[in-house]
T-cell receptor, first 114, second 115 residues
Framework: AQSVTQLGSHVSVSEGALVLLRCNYS??????LFWYVQYPNQGLQLLLK??????LVKGINGFEAEFKKSETSFHLTKPSAHMSDAAEYFC????????????FGAGTRLAVHP | EAGVTQFPSHSVIEKGQTVTLRCDPI?????LYWYRRVMGKEIKFLLH????????ESGMPNNRFLAERTGGTYSTLKVQPAELEDSGVYFC?????????????FGPGTRLTVL
């Protein structure tokens, strides 16, 4: 069985500060890992994905995530937060590259203040 | 290229009534998924179509939920009769069958409120 834990349902940072959103997964098979973002009144948008290639994955809008098998983690980071990054972020795991169901974490709402 | 669309965006119904949600996937996407997020909890998988066939319906909560995908294009999700605990946001997603990593593209969701 697969599962995802996102530590911190709410994270608040100052504009220009480092963004760190935590995700730990559990999977009995090599996982595919995803980060999605949801802006208000919009659908989920894929930020980045890990598919067993490079462990450091770069995504859109300056975000990146590092797959650490030993820690079963896939934390999302961005060096400098922008006001436009305020949204809800979801980590998800799948047994395939996205053809099968995604198992989501509970989400982390990111607030960015001036 | 149009994205995944869902209709309606919001629906408010009384307990015991019937509601039908519709999802139009991206053209050419054979895979269609339904997910649900209840009360700020995690987004949970409901079912997966490949064309018109149900590939995986392990997440369907009970027999009050009926999903169809006639002709392998758009899909409907009917809740009959609706209960209070069915309130939440219902997301639809689609992906290609082959090529790439099968990224799932999500619609904006339908917010269902059962009173």
């Amino acid at each position: 069985a697969q599962s995802v834990t996102q530590l911190g349902s709410h994270v608040s940072v100052s504009e220009g500060a480092l963004v760190l959103l935590r995700c730990n997964y559990s999977s009995s098979v090599p996982p595919y890992l995803f980060w999605y973002v949801q802006y208000p009144n919009q659908g989920l948008q894929l930020l980045l994905k890990y598919t067993s290639a490079a462990t450091l994955v770069k995504g859109i809008n300056g975000f990146e995530a590092e797959f650490k098998k030993s820690e079963t983690s896939f934390h999302l980071t961005k060096p400098s937060a922008h006001m436009s990054d305020a949204a809800e972020y979801f980590c998800a795991v799948s047994t395939s590259g996205g053809y099968n169901k995604l198992i989501f974490g509970a989400g982390t709402r990111l607030a960015v203040h001036p | 290229e149009a994205g995944v669309t869902q209709f309606p965006s919001h629906s408010v119904i009384e307990k015991g009534q019937t509601v039908t949600l519709r999802c139009d996937p991206i053209s050419g996407h054979d895979n269609l998924y339904w997910y649900r997020r209840v009360m700020g909890k995690e987004i949970k998988f409901l079912l997966h179509f490949v064309k018109e066939s149900k590939q995986d319906e392990s997440g369907m909560p009970n027999n009050r939920f009926l999903a169809e995908r006639t002709g392998g294009t758009y899909s409907t999700l009917k809740v009959q009769p609706a209960e209070l605990e069915d309130s939440g946001v219902y997301f639809c997603a689609s992906s290609q069958t082959s090529g790439g990593v099968g990224e799932q593209f999500f619609g904006p969701g339908t917010r269902l409120t059962v009173l």
